[in-house]
C-alpha cells in the first residue's frame, strides 16, 4: 500500500539553525514526491516537487530536498531558520498523472530565538 | 486565476442539520480532489473528480458524505445529516496532470 512517513511529529529549531525534516514513503512505482507547507488557518502551498532528473531539487523559500530511492527517502533541507518559517511541513507522493497524492502527518516545526 | 476558491471559510451547525461546502477549481485543471484534515488522522482524501466524473470515492466515510462536480467550475461536498465528528478542515485541491495540487484555503466545520 501507499503510505507516506514523517517520523518527526514536532521539531523545534533555533533561529539560523540548520534544518533536516525526514519523509520516508513507500510505493510500487516511481514515484513524484511533493513538500508543502501550512501555516496556521493557511492551505497547503508546495514548496518543491521531484518528478525525475537530478535528485537534489531546489524549492521556494531557500528550501531544498534530496531524492534517496535506496532509502526510500525524500528530505528537506534548510541551511539556516527564518522564525518565518514556522509552520506545519507535509511530505506526499503520488504517481501518474490525476491519481491523488497520499500525504504524511506532518511535522511542526517551531524556531526558537 | 485567483486559485481554488472555496467558500465558506468557516461554517458552525448544529448537528444533524446538513452543510454544504463549496469548491471553484482552476481553470483549467481536470482533476479535483476533496481532502479532511484532522488532528487524528491528518489529510485523508474522501473523493476526486476527472472532468467532472467521480473516480474513487473510498474515502468518503459514510453515507452521509455526498460530492457532486456538475460542471468544471464547480463542486460541492454535501453532509447530511452532520455529526460533531465532522467537525474538521475540509480542502479542495485541483491538479492537471502530473503536476502539483493547488489547494484551497480550507472550510472549518464545527458541529456541536
Known amino acids: 500500500a501507499q503510505s507516506v512517513t514523517q517520523p518527526d511529529i514536532h521539531i523545534t529549531v533555533s533561529e539560523g539553525a540548520s534544518l533536516e525534516l525526514r519523509c520516508n514513503y513507500s510505493?510500487?512505482?516511481?514515484?513524484?514526491l511533493f513538500w508543502y507547507v501550512q501555516s496556521p488557518g493557511q492551505g497547503l502551498q508546495l514548496l518543491l516537487k521531484y518528478f525525475s532528473g537530478d535528485t537534489l531539487v531546489q524549492g521556494i523559500k531557500g528550501f531544498e530536498a534530496e531524492f534517496k530511492r535506496s532509502q526510500s527517502s525524500f528530505n528537506l533541507r534548510k541551511p539556516s531558520v527564518h522564525w518565518s518559517d514556522a509552520a506545519e511541513y507535509f511530505c506526499?507522493?503520488?504517481?501518474?498523472?490525476?491519481?491523488?497524492?497520499?500525504f504524511g502527518k506532518g511535522t511542526t516545526l517551531s524556531v526558537s530565538s | 486565476d485567483a486559485g481554488v476558491i472555496q467558500s465558506p471559510r468557516h461554517e458552525v451547525t448544529e448537528m444533524g442539520q446538513e452543510v454544504t461546502l463549496r469548491c471553484k477549481p482552476i481553470s483549467g485543471h481536470d482533476y479535483l480532489f476533496w481532502y479532511r484534515q484532522t488532528m487524528m488522522r491528518g489529510l485523508e482524501l474522501l473523493i476526486y473528480?476527472?472532468?467532472?466524473?467521480?473516480?474513487?470515492d473510498s474515502g468518503m466515510p459514510e453515507d452521509r458524505f455526498s460530492a457532486k462536480m456538475p460542471n468544471a467550475s464547480f463542486s460541492t461536498l454535501k453532509i447530511q445529516p452532520s455529526e460533531p465528528r465532522d467537525s474538521a478542515v475540509y480542502f479542495c485541491a485541483a491538479r492537471t496532470g502530473a503536476a502539483e495540487a493547488f489547494f484551497g484555503q480550507g472550510t472549518r466545520l464545527t458541529v456541536v
Open positions: 510505493y510500487g512505482a516511481t514515484p513524484y
Open positions: 473528480f476527472n472532468n467532472n466524473v467521480p473516480i474513487d
Open positions: 506526499a507522493v503520488g504517481h501518474q498523472a490525476g491519481t491523488a497524492l497520499i
